[in-house]
Structures are given as structure tokens and as C-alpha cells.
């Protein structure tokens, strides 16, 4: 496989690790774990919060990983959309000033995996970091969350899927090639038009956030269970970076990624 962005980007994600993070990001990392954790339990009595537990308390199959708030675990993916919709169900959760709210969507994907896989604390932490620096990064390079809403009128957090799918794809032990198919297969199963925030009742405002929870954890899974998508998603032609930048892929998108 020629050397991409995407593959770039996928062999930085599976050379990380814990020893390698800055000690005071650690520590950001695990309050930030904590208090995502504590938004979903108790957004899981909002509206959005509760009907998402609800739909998928009747989905049934493997119990992979626990719905907050609820007795119930689900498959890892479904869990993930639970409770991301409950971590921003009171809109109490953390945000950031390029990507939205990237809590809900990547610490909920990251814990459902990590619980599914029965990994390490340890493990955890890098993987949400790692989701952080990919689906931010991806927005920032971009234009950021009001360039897409006003150039596009998506909702910027969806490219959180990107992130939760390396998150996600980190922690099921994946190679490089398979990090990519990942990628592309969470741009498949995610998008937000900014016209969700004209509904009434703050219920797919909730859930959208837990859709790009499911998405990052399904395209994982679906990338490890051998499908495939475009292997430079991000740099390619039509790939994220030239249909949501400014045409073809620059120096200034790579240095966003941080390449």
C-alpha cells in the first residue's frame, strides 16, 4: 500500500500509548473520562437520553458493554450510541471551541470497546486521547465547526466518527491498513445537517452525538471483521479533507493533522 495521509495518520495511531502522553494530559484525559461519564448517567433522564436507552434495550444480541443508568449491556456499538445520546442529553458535558462537544462521541465509544475487549485503564486513556487528537484535528483542518455549518450547514462533530472509529480501532488491536478501512467506513455511517438544532424537543440534538458514537464503534468492528473502504479517505480525491476544505489537501490541512 502506497504511503497516504489516511495511512500516515493510521500508523501514528497504532504507535501510541500511555508512556508516551504528557503527564498533565493524563490527568486531563481521566477528568475528562470521569465527568463524561457523569453528564451520561445523569442525561440518561433526558428525553433523548431515555428513548435512545430505550430503542436499544429492545435490540437484544451479545451483552457486550453497560447502558448507563440501566441494568441492561448491549453489543459495544449500541451501547456507545446510548450513552454518547445520554452524555449530551442536559447539554452539561464538555466542549471545545473547534470540535463541539467531542465527549459524548468519543470517550462513550472508546469506554463501550474498552469494555467489550476487557482492556486496561491504561489502554482506555490512550484511546480517548487519541480519539480527541484525530476527530478534533479533522474539524480544525477543515475550517472548524462554524466554517462547516455556515460553508456546508453539516454539523461539524460528525467527523468525531472519524476519531471514535480510531479510538475504537486502537483498542480491537488493529494494523495500520485496517485503521484506514475504518476511517472510511465511519464516513459512510455518519453526517449531521446543522438544521437538527431547529427541532422542538432536543432529541436528535442528543442523539447525533451517540450516532457518531455507533458509527466510529461499527465501522471498527466492520473494518475488523475484514470490510473495506477507501484506504486514504481523508487525503484522497473526494476524501474528507477536499470535499470539507478548500479543494485539494494543502500544507495547512497536513499541519492541522498534525503530520
Known amino acids: 500500500m502506497t504511503t497516504s495521509l489516511t495511512l500516515s495518520l493510521a500508523q501514528y495511531a497504532v504507535s501510541t500509548s500511555t508512556d508516551k502522553i504528557p503527564d498533565d494530559v493524563k490527568d486531563r484525559a481521566k477528568q475528562v473520562i470521569l465527568d463524561e461519564m457523569a453528564c451520561a448517567h445523569f442525561g440518561r433522564r433526558s428525553l433523548g437520553g431515555d428513548l435512545s436507552a430505550r430503542y436499544v434495550e429492545t435490540i437484544g444480541g451479545r451483552e457486550e458493554a453497560r447502558i448507563l443508568g440501566a441494568r441492561n449491556r448491549a453489543p459495544a456499538s449500541y451501547a456507545a450510541l446510548a450513552n454518547g445520546a445520554a452524555g449530551h442529553g442536559d447539554e452539561v458535558d464538555g466542549t471545545h471551541i473547534v470540535g463541539g462537544h467531542p465527549g459524548a462521541t468519543l470517550v462513550h465509544a472508546a469506554v463501550a470497546v474498552a469494555e467489550r475487549q476487557r482492556v486496561s485503564g491504561s489502554e482506555l486513556l490512550n484511546a480517548v486521547v487519541l480519539g480527541y487528537e484525530v476527530g478534533v484535528r479533522l474539524i480544525a483542518a477543515c475550517g472548524g465547526k462554524f466554517e462547516l ?3 456546508f450547514s453539516l454539523h461539524g462533530d460528525f467527523l468525531h466518527a472519524v476519531g471514535a472509529a480510531v479510538a475504537a480501532s486502537r483498542l480491537l488491536g488493529l494494523d495500520p491498513v485496517r485503521h484506514c478501512h475504518s476511517m472510511a467506513l465511519a464516513t459512510f455511517q ?10 422542538k ?3 436528535s440534538k442528543s442523539l447525533c452525538n451517540g450516532q457518531y458514537a455507533y458509527a466510529g464503534v461499527n465501522a471498527a468492528l466492520m473494518s475488523a471483521a475484514g470490510l473495506e473502504g477507501n484506504e486514504d479517505i481523508i487525503g484522497a480525491r473526494h476524501g474528507l479533507l477536499e470535499a470539507l476544505g478548500c479543494g485539494r489537501p494543502s500544507a495547512g490541512h497536513y499541519a492541522c493533522l498534525g503530520r
Do not use: T, V
Open 149 to 151: 455549518k455556515n460553508r
Open 190 to 199: 455518519s453526517n449531521g445537517l446543522e438544521a437538527l438544532y431547529q427541532e
Open 201 to 203: 424537543r432536543h432529541i
